[in-house]
């Protein structure tokens, strides 16, 4: 691929862009769009990129980056009939859209590829999952691959499982934050500087995720090696347990794959 086109370059496209050039990727081989020429100038400043009207950015791409809301995305394919190469893959990061959405209206032959990549993106961290459509080829799959690789890790699955992705992966960056607002509260309310209960919660956080990943050992067995009788540990985690909080983080997850459904219900 010697040419990207990222339109709608909101958080999720900035992400992308901003991913790609810490990879090596040449400024004048990644061209934006952006909604509002206020944001349109800060792409231009920040990055050097150049932003340019969609059919402009299309024309040329090698691969095109559909990163603009479900809902603007029927009405961006429509004012683009006709201008995407059929040999040129097309990504949709649009939440809950699947692959047919595309499908039906690009050329027959043109290769869709689905993607849910996730913020930390932005510091070379995210969790990208791809969903190869009808004319995604294995050596198509490679090479939107190759795209996100430099954003974080990557991963390929069923298009059946991508509201679920999106329910875990996609949306999960929240729900850490979540409960890292609520760990910092919670030791400015026992009398902590604030800026010293957030440098506590999320080195504890990185370090705890960091386990996850090396160590091979399973959530529970982390959490039982923590845990000593009687100790502090397993009150904290009694306290979680009576508050149902293994239940509401559950109902939480499948409230977010039931909304990526109702999207492709509502606008595909």
Not at 164 to 169: D, F, G
Not at 225 to 246: D, F, K, M, Y
Request: proline letters at 5%; glycine letters at 6%; hydrophobic letters at 45%.
């Amino acid at each position: 691929m010697r040419r990207v086109a990222v339109l709608g370059a909101g958080k999720m496209g900035q992400a992308i862009v901003s991913g790609l050039l810490r990879a090596g990727w040449s400024r004048d081989a990644v061209v934006a769009t952006a909604r509002s020429e206020e944001r349109a100038a800060m792409l231009r400043e920040q990055y050097g990129v150049r932003v340019e009207p969609n059919a402009a950015a299309v024309a040329g791409a090698d691969v095109v980056v559909v990163a603009v809301k479900p809902q603007d995305a029927a009405a961006l394919l429509d004012e683009l009939a006709g201008a995407f190469r059929s040999d040129a893959p097309l990504v949709s990061i649009c939440a809950g859209l699947p692959v047919a959405f595309f499908e039906k209206r690009l050329p027959d032959t043109t290769p869709v590829v689905r993607a849910m990549p996730n913020t930390p993106a932005l510091v070379d961290e995210a969790m990208t999952v791809l969903s190869p459509g009808t004319h995604a080829d294995e050596r198509c799959l490679a090479a939107v691959e190759e795209l996100f690789k430099p954003l974080g890790r990557t991963l390929v699955v069923d298009e059946k499982h991508q509201d679920a992705v999106t329910a875990i992966s996609g949306s999960g960056p929240a729900y850490f934050y979540y409960l890292a607002e609520a760990m910092t509260e919670a030791g400015v309310l026992m009398g902590l500087p604030r800026e010293v209960s957030k440098e506590l919660v999320t080195q504890t956080a990185l370090g705890a995720a960091r386990m996850l990943r090396e160590s091979g050992d399973s959530p529970v067995a982390l959490r039982e090696a923590v845990e000593s009788p009687a100790g502090t540990t397993i009150s904290a985690v009694r306290q979680l347990e009576n508050h149902r909080a293994r239940s509401a983080v559950t109902d939480a997850i499948e409230a977010a794959r039931d909304r990526a459904r109702e999207i492709a219900d509502e606008y595909a």
